[in-house]
Each structure stands twice: as C-alpha cells, then as structure tokens.
C-alpha cells in the first residue's frame, strides 16, 4: 500500500488527548498542537504523527512520496453533522418578510414554511435535485469539509422521498472518496397536507418507506422532528424500533421549541445525536452526560431566526459531548459555512479553542458514527483538512474568510 508523508506543517493540531477523554471536559492543551508536524499514512490509516525531526528514519529511506506543507495548518477532517442540502425553490423572501416584522404564521398563511420547500423539491426532475446537490456539496468541501451528513425530507410522499434517499446514494458514490457523505433518512421532517396526522402519515409512507430502503441497505441513519404538531413521542418510538431492525442508526431533532423530553428519548434509544437542544433542561443535559449521544447544536438557525441558544456551557460542563453542525436548509438556516458558524459561536458559547475544534471534528464525526476519524493520531483514518496559513489561531480569527487549501 502506498505510503505518504506530509512534512513540516507549521501545525498539527491532533486532538489526540480529546480523543482519548471522548470528547469531554477538555482542557486548553487537549487541541494537541505539534508544531513543525509530520504524518506518515497509507490509504488507510494513520502510521506516524509527530515533530518532522523526529520521523522514523527507516520511512525516510524507503523513497515514499513526500509532500511540502511548511506554511500549512492541518487538523482532523472538518465534518458537517447536519444538513438537508437536497432541495428545490428559493425562500430567500421569507427571509425578507421577517425581517420585516412578519410572523411565523404569516409566513406560513402566504405558502412559506417547509411545505414551500416540499413544493419546490417536487418541481424537479431526479437529476435537477442531484445536480444542485452536487453543487452545493462541491462549495462545502471549498471550505475545508470532507465528510457531510445529507438528510432526505422535502419530498414528503413514499416516491418522492424514495427518490430523495436515492440521489443522496447517487451523491454519496459520485463524491468518494474526496468527500464523505453519510445518507440520512428524514421523511419525518412534517406531516404533509395530503395525511391528516402524525400517526397515518408515518403508518403509510414513513415505516413501509424505511423498510424498502432498509432492505436496499443505502441508509447509514435515520432521523424525526419531534416536536409539537409534527411528531410525536410515539412517532419516534416507533421509528427508531423499526430503524433497529435493519441496524440502522438513529438521530433526532430535539426540544428546538419546546423542552418535549427529547434529549432524554434520544439517550434511551442510544441515538448517534440529539440536536437543536435550545430548551432542554438540566435532566436533559444530565441524560445527555451520562451517555455517548453527541449534543448536536445548530447556532446558526438561532441566529439566523434571532431565536435564542441552546445553553452550550451548561452541557459542556456536565460532560456531555457537544457537536457543532451547519444545518444547512433553505429555511432556518441557509448558510452552507461550518467554520464561519464556529467563529461566530464559540464566543457565543463560552466554548474554548480544543472545544469549538473538536465540536467540527471528532464529536462531529462521532455523531455520524464515525468512531475511526476525529483525531490525529496513529491508526485512525487519515481524513485531514488542510488550511493556507501557518496558525489555526488565524482560521477561525478571520471569520468568513476562505483558508482552505
Ligand atoms: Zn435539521
């Protein structure tokens, strides 16, 4: 197998002690800084990682391939935990009806709203929506992203969303192995207008569609919105068992309007992730604590809605591993630019520097299921991002600018 070396980074941040204490209660040091870094790697894993002075003299001697990074910084793979990217339509003047001072009803009385979306997604073809998608993947990894979590959920009938799993399979093949991309089935977003509740909607599309996928085995998760006139308590329950049967794992939008319990019933079904979380309270964050479901916060849809946050710290403090995703979608939150939505959060926050790293990198990659990526260290998967400037100070310091290699 080939092997490579990557040598004289300005900086590695390895995030190897994070990955040993799993994401939790890290302190300033556990971002792992190495600088004039090295990493040895074949296709595979990770075989060396460490000050370039010291590489193993015998990879030296060998002749492999050795690639210049001096004025780089690298750090695990980026990974963008949460998006709905596959979708069709503009709600661009949504956007401007509330900044305007309409309500959300208002909205959602002149035809905005999810259901906008869902009309705009059925208006194209397959390969329209794949097309778009790709595009939209494409400008992602310009950031520095390499793994991306797409849920299906705008086609909101059994074709429709059949064919929205599909192109996320199509999409997936297209971009590996550049970019990792994790199929996410969401037919759960909300209940359409054609089924009159919850209940018949998830009977007979919902679970009959799981199962057809299941048995395609194109799924790597499955996810609801549970919240107060979309899904219920029992929805979940019910998707998440039948989920279990094929062996798929299962995520959930959690207690963004309400504190409905969510997080806790995330915890009990061993789900990779709870997100949103803007409302859940102290035995939420306790659940969440004692367990490996990664908290999964989406800052920018608070910011975008001008709602407000989840409480960040509390969580971190209790020990419970915290994710930061984009959630990219045409609604809450169309901003496609994870590391900009870290620069602005963090502070937001009160998250530190290894904690807002590792909220991109390994908690996000663990809320995928991604137990063999995060870090940089020996044996793991080598997924890296890779940025234009010699300090990872610098990257998230200047907010909205593009370092990516
Ligand atoms: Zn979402």
């Keep these: 197998m080939t092997i490579k070396i990557f040598r004289n980074f300005s900086e590695i941040a390895t995030l190897s002690s994070a990955h040993h204490k799993n994401g939790r209660r890290l302190n300033h040091d556990d971002l792992g800084l190495i600088k004039n870094g090295s990493i040895v790697f074949n296709q595979e894993k990770i075989l060396w990682v460490g000050e370039d002075r010291n590489i193993p003299e015998d990879y030296l001697r060998k002749g ?6 001096s004025g780089k910084v690298c750090v695990p793979e980026i990974v963008d935990s949460h998006t709905h990217l596959v979708f069709g339509g503009d709600r661009s003047h949504e956007y401007t009806m509330r900044l305007n001072g309409a309500s ?78 994790i199929n996410t089935f969401m037919a759960a977003h909300a209940v359409p207008i054609t089924s009159p509740n919850s209940y018949q909607y998830m009977k007979e599309v919902v679970l009959p569609l799981l199962d057809k996928l299941g048995e395609e085995q194109i799924l790597d998760c499955v996810d609801i919105f549970h919240e107060q006139n979309y899904f219920s308590h029992d929805d979940v329950v019910s998707l998440f068992e039948r989920a279990q049967r094929w062996n798929i794992r299962v995520k959930i939008h959690a207690d963004e309007f309400n504190d409905n319990k969510g997080a806790i019933l995330a915890v009990k079904h061993s789900a990779l992730s709870a997100d949103h979380l803007l409302q859940t309270k102290e035995d939420g964050i306790i659940a969440l604590a004692n367990s490996e479901t990664v908290a999964t916060l989406l800052p920018g849809t608070g910011l975008f809605l ?46 530190s520097q290894s904690e807002m790293w590792c909220a991109i990198t390994l ?6 299921g991604l137990k063999n990526q995060g870090a940089i260290v020996e044996g793991l998967k080598p997924r890296f991002s890779i940025f234009k400037t010699d300090s990872i100070d610098r990257i998230t310091y200047n907010w909205g600018k593009n370092l990516a290699n």
């Design 363 to 368: 908690n996000a990659a663990h809320a995928v």
């Design 104 to 181: 959300y009803e208002e909205i959602a009385n002149s035809g905005g709203g999810i259901l906008n979306t869902t009309k705009g997604t059925n208006a194209l073809t397959r390969n329209e929506l794949l097309k778009s998608a790709q595009q939209r993947v494409k400008t992602i990894r310009s950031y520095g992203v390499g793994t991306i979590e797409v849920k299906s959920g705008y086609g909101l009938s059994f074709e429709k969303e059949y064919e929205l799993s599909h192109i996320i399979h199509d999409l997936k093949n297209i971009v590996r192995p550049d970019v990792q991309i």
């Design 306 to 351: 001008g709602k407000p946050q989840a409480n960040a710290r509390a969580m971190l403090d209790a020990g419970v591993r915290v994710s930061i995703a984009s959630d990219f979608n045409p609604g809450s939150s169309h901003c496609d630019n994870l590391i900009l939505i870290a620069s602005i959060s963090a502070p937001m926050y009160k998250m």
């Design 64 to 69: 492999h391939a050795e690639i210049d990074v």
